[in-house]
DNA sequence: GATTAGCACTCTCGTCCATAGAGTGCTAAA
DNA sequence: TTTAGCACTCTATGGACGAGAGTGCTAATC
């Protein structure tokens, strides 16, 4: 990374703060009136030639203005940028938001994901903890009517999985019971990615010997959790806040945007992949699916039990206030870590 | 109601279905041509002319061709319109994505809400069956760590509702057994919405006396669902289908509507509030929210065991096909009440 | 009396063109 | 090294204009 003399550097920065703050490329005049880098448009004018060569910045046509390229942000982004915290209006709100007392878990998740947008102007998703990875609370088997019966497997975090399956005939509400009991009691506090490989399988089978049949459905709907491919549900929230965006005016392009963002393998490629703890930025190109390359990608980890467990993010147009959106990020998966792990 | 004569009728119906088709005014030589009325496009000019006086034809200027009013579409549909039924293959396609077996109810209303969306190219929303009016199968409180608990409260149709609680200090485990067990044979059969006023809460008190504390806490959240203002969840899908449609090209529109429907009250009042069971239809300003007012709603309720639960529904632009949305949600509506019910 | 052909009239939309404005790069002076 | 000045480039804007589509009306026709 070469490293620029100072000057540079403010250029660039007032380059991309504007630029962020309206949209329109930049031109040396208006750098040169709105920063006080006390020199001439000339010389900033030089400057960002220089810039331009150095691959940091791009005309849309000769006499236009000049914007960051998605090196510029990325240079940005590690090397000028601070992460700034939100308001203490806008703490306040998340944290009356999703800081409610008693409510489901669900609603938490999906308020922040409003939240989230809400404060960007970007799309946000909010990815629940993926069950294979999920430390197991609690198997319960409930009758239901006409013949068949719920699996609920509860996690240590408190989210709720539950499946509908058909219930023999020979199985009794006692049986339901007793496996559910027997099952919480060998498994509680592993994860479901483990339970099959594991030893307990064995003394489970031997205890409900008695129980073969039920216990087979059971284990086969839980093995099924543990697979890779079974993807971790998300939401996505936000597509109102993200047309407000200059460079969602052309629907097009929102439309795009938000038929890949439906696609749950792309959600878990761009999220789940990213094994940073910290704040991560993808920026424009940087990833790899098409109908977003000219948006970036700002995401977190929130945690339970010092361990990372679901992501949040949001994506916006590259001409994001980075230093914001990154802050928002990180405040909103310290409370959700803190309101889940309460 | 004026009756049309046959010919009126029949343009009408030209008009309609050509605006459908084309999104763009449709003009007297238009229907000459394409539609085979037998009549020169001058006798349709006059009957176009008969149409507007009418109010069921408007012109968006003089020199335009003619589309279909408020009052005209729902002449359409009240008087010309026939439900029409969804093609083999989209049956196929239903019956494949919300048919499948031992997957979580939420999962396959969010598969219908997808699929509804993809064929209409509208908006879809699938109301969850609200809690108060469900009807209670079985409630379990589940210990969980660090002193918190988890009420989890399941419907007869397999819904879970769950909240997560804090654990008083002197509430064991054998406690949360037992409450569990005693309010599930007691409420079981009861809707949420008629637990408090009924007469078992009596016979519960007495009996768990010695577990008042829990009890009370139970209870409170039980009554909270009961109450007429918990919503029923639901969710929304195909953001992206319904900006194919010409109308929506104009951002600003989209961003509206969106901005409306992600507004639980609006759902409720639009959804819930309707209580036809059959295929219900409202046409633009027949609705009172003012971001919508140039959308169409067609919704109808799927039912469990007779009764109706839910509602799906769809919004799109005035300028539906009509017969064919309304075909759609009928027919899903009706997979999936067979689904829930099997 | 109903239908139709013909025609004048209206309104929109796309194209073309000219102009204003913004920004650049380069050169020469400070 | 910095800056003032200037020629040049490109876009955006607005007006003029003609093509095209459709109407309403009148008079002729069935």
């Known amino acids: 990374m070469t490293r620029l003399d100072e000057r540079k550097r403010q250029v660039m920065r007032a380059v ?30 030089n400057e960002m030639a220089d810039l331009e060569e150095l691959g940091y910045l791009e005309q849309p046509h000769t ?7 998605d090196a510029g942000y990325r ?42 947008s809400e404060i960007t102007d970007c799309l946000s998703v909010v990815v629940e903890p993926s069950p294979s990875g999920a430390v197991l609370n609690t198997v319960e088997i409930v009758p239901l009517e006409s013949d068949r019966m719920m ?15 058909d219930c023999p005939d020979d199985v009794s509400s006692e049986q ?20 099959l490989s594991s030893e307990v399988v064995r003394g489970i089978r031997s205890e409900l010997d008695h129980c073969r049949k039920l216990l087979d459905m059971v284990m086969h709907i839980l093995s099924s959790y543990s697979s890779e491919d079974v993807q971790a549900r998300y ?11 200059p460079e969602f005016q052309d629907v097009r392009r929102a439309q795009k945007v938000l038929r890949v963002l439906s696609q749950q393998s792309v959600i878990n490629d761009l999220l789940r992949s990213v094994r940073s703890e910290d704040v991560f930025v993808l920026i424009g190109s940087e990833n790899r699916y098409e109908g977003i390359r000219d948006c970036s990608i700002v995401t977190s980890a929130y945690s339970i ?15 994001m206030n980075y ?20």
Chains 1, 2 share one sequence.
């Open 16 to 45: 991309v703060e504007s630029y962020v703050a309206n949209a329109q490329p930049v031109g040396s005049r208006t750098i040169a009136r709105d920063y006080d880098l006390g020199v001439s448009s000339a010389t900033i004018r």
């Open 151 to 165: 699996l609920l497997v509860i996690t240590r975090e408190g989210l709720v999985h539950n499946r509908m399956l």
């Open 235 to 245: 939401r996505l929230e936000g597509a109102a806040n993200i047309m407000k965006q």
């Open 323 to 342: 230093g914001r959106v990154m802050g928002t990020v990180k405040t909103l998966t310290s409370l959700l870590s803190e309101v889940l792990n309460r």
């Open 75 to 116: 240079f940005y982004v590690d090397e000028i940028a601070r992460v700034s915290s939100p308001t203490h209006l806008q703490l306040e709100r998340m944290r009356r938001a999703i800081g409610q007392q008693a409510s489901e878990i669900d609603e938490v998740l999906q308020a922040a994901g409003r939240l989230l």
């Open 63 to 69: 006499s236009a203005g000049r914007m960051p390229s």
């Open 176 to 195: 339901m019971n007793h496996v559910s009991h027997v099952l919480t009691r060998y498994l509680r506090g592993y994860t479901l990615g483990d339970i």
């Open 305 to 319: 039990r010092g361990q990372s467990a679901g992501r949040i993010g949001v994506l916006g147009p590259r001409r």
